[in-house]
């Protein structure tokens, strides 16, 4: 197999090279949502592996498991990234054999950037991800705090933020660009030309606040919002303890739930008299709001006296929209159990981590999701796709040298 | 213009159309994000518009901000969905005309499902969202429920599981299908044949939570996550008060933000008699993580004494990576003077809002982003797409008689 021609794969993109030079969460997300619907996706990192190699959570050996999550399926290359030699071979992947797009987190290089890489092949797309909107730095974290989510999340009676700890903005990100870069695969396929596609961490989130309606809601109402803990925002939700100490998460949001939600709790009666000494309407998804805490204290009764299994059992013949909460541990007790029933995962044997449950694209296309394959290991990937002298350090030697 | 061609728009997608049988979050945000990369996206609705046409937040018109946020730019027509004959004119929209792609949460209507359009016509796209694989339901609250984040969000003391208010699997889900989109789009270009796509919300968050090493540190590993309030996973990071009661999220993620960090602080020579002491390195950042209590009471000292715009000035002249925490109600304030500086957001004015600032795609393309457009009213391109008598009663009277 010639360097330049992309892996043969099926997939919905079989046949389309990504070069990936990128670390930590969303340019990897990118990569690999792309690798698990066929792409062929090599990681070009530093000789010695990229500094997101040694992320926790670890494996007993020490192997990342967050790295291996994000990288199962793709290639791997290793150069010295001081080298303009290497670099230049680097880009040569990209520019030579069938089309090829970049997805990157850093334009540290310009061997590496849109401009050079347009300029030797016009259907370069190149897609990169910036902190803030013209270059500034951001992480998950630091864009949580500047747009507004922490503030409204957690217990009400405490005037802290709460972080989410999922980086939610990092996976959107990682999503979107891959929807950029494949809209502007698009674009290629009918015209031929490439694109240069950009992304800000904090540009994700605040679109979404805006989208969601907070920040119109900011700007044209006289509301503010504040904590309300585990309730759902407009429409009657929150969590319940069982009688055995169980947790779930109840949702309503029809009148047709309320109402099977009634009958399910033996409360059909206490809320008739309830809606007529108040004058309210209980079907009304807005008085439901308004009236959480009351519908709440009545149903923890009925949680309170009733044991997790028969309230799965009345909740479920009712058809209500409810969830037990459930651990990561418990998800992955007894190797993983609870996900074995579940198409989305299969056996991945991962060097260094052993043979464990990993999941597939949650993208299912015609019934079926392409297999996942393990993480490459650092400069796995070099003997076939940068033979030759100009890498003087195999990864190898680095790696004892950085050990010893 | 005829029904079956797309509006003339500029974008990536120009050309493409998707019609959306859709409510709520993630198939509304698939479609925004398609429509605001050029696509020609038409959101089909029951008469008297969806049931999410009226969810919170509210302006004081009682117009649903969180609509006109999700469905920006759009077309609408609204139909009698239980009439064979209405369903019918829908469905030969979608197969007549240019390529067209369908987006739906619900199989409720053959007419509607793969099997049937891509009978009429193969290059049919067809994406659909389920709660779980294989059909159950599931909203973000239930899912996020059944996988894990909620019992390791919040402070640490706390037994409660913690949701999160962003409803972050919605929204990676709505991104999801568009990248399942796009992948079959590309197919059809170079084969000529549609796909059925299909996206379970469970699967998402189930397969982030693979991706992120959360499931593999379950199964391979004694390790067992707990709540640690805003403290980051692995490296150091958390959130601090400034002598004057602002809050700031700080963020140190290699040995050079260390090092800046300590400087900037005046802790240089702490730490070193620390490192000493405990015969530590904290230039490791699993030394930091380790020892991030002891860090983090030093930084609280130096927070709580210094005043926010000192803090502030310290740290961006070290080039540290923080953020001071914001609010909606901050970043709305003054009419959103504070998005103004952004190229991200562009006045839109809605009907039933007025003019207000609302977010472009994060996504730039060479530099430029389409304009947003305002979101339809209900029926409000039944004219141009369902002309004649089939739809007997206009969408005006619908809302006439449900006001009535």
Chains 1, 2 share one sequence.
Request: aromatic share 6%.
């Amino acid at each position: 197999m010639s360097p330049g021609e992309p892996r043969s794969r099926s997939g919905l993109l079989a046949g389309l090279r990504v070069v990936e030079l990128s670390s930590y969460v969303a340019t990897p997300l990118c990569g690999l949502t792309l690798a698990q619907l066929g792409a062929d996706v090599l990681r070009v990192e530093p000789l010695g592996g990229a500094a997101d190699r040694t992320r926790w959570p670890l494996a007993d050996s020490g192997t990342s498991l967050y790295w291996s999550g994000l990288n199962k399926g793709k290639r791997a290359v290793a150069v010295d990234m001081e080298s303009a030699e290497d670099r230049r071979r680097v880009a040569d992947l990209i520019v030579r054999g069938g089309p090829c797009a970049v997805v990157s987190n850093s334009d540290r290089y310009p061997e590496f950037g849109y401009a050079e890489l347009s300029a030797r092949r016009r259907d370069v797309i190149h897609v990169l991800l910036e902190g803030r909107a013209g270059g500034g730095a951001g992480v998950d974290y630091t864009v949580q705090a500047a747009t507004g989510f922490p503030m409204i999340t957690g217990a009400p009676d405490s005037a802290s933020p709460v972080n989410h700890v999922l980086p939610a903005w990092d996976i959107a990100a990682g999503l979107y660009l891959a929807v950029g870069l494949l809209a502007a695969e698009r674009e290629r396929l009918c015209t031929g030309r490439g694109r240069e596609i950009r992304l800000a961490l904090e540009d994700v989130a605040l679109a979404t606040a805006g989208n969601l309606g907070y920040l119109a809601e900011a700007q044209v109402t006289s509301h503010r919002r504040t904590k309300s803990g585990n309730d759902v925002f407009g429409t009657y939700g929150r969590d319940f303890v069982t009688a055995d100490g169980e947790r779930v998460m109840l949702v309503i949001l029809t009148k047709r739930h309320w109402e099977k939600l009634l009958a399910a709790t033996g409360l059909t009666a206490a809320f008739e008299g309830l809606a007529d000494a108040l004058d309210t309407d209980f079907s009304s998804e807005s008085q439901r709001y308004e009236h959480r805490e009351l519908i709440s204290t009545l149903l923890a009764r009925w949680f309170g006296v009733t044991p997790y299994a028969k309230a799965a059992e009345v909740l479920d013949r009712h058809r209500i929209l409810w969830e037990r909460y459930r651990s990561f541990e418990e998800l992955g007790r007894d190797g993983g159990a609870a996900l074995r029933e579940s198409d989305l995962f299969a056996v991945v044997d991962q060097p260094g981590v052993g043979p464990h449950l990993a999941p597939k694209s949650p993208i299912v296309v015609d019934g079926a999701r392409l297999e996942p394959g393990p993480a490459p290991e650092v400069g796995q990937h070099n003997p076939e796709l940068l033979p030759g002298p100009h890498v003087t350090r195999s990864p190898a030697d680095e790696r004892g040298a950085g050990a010893a």
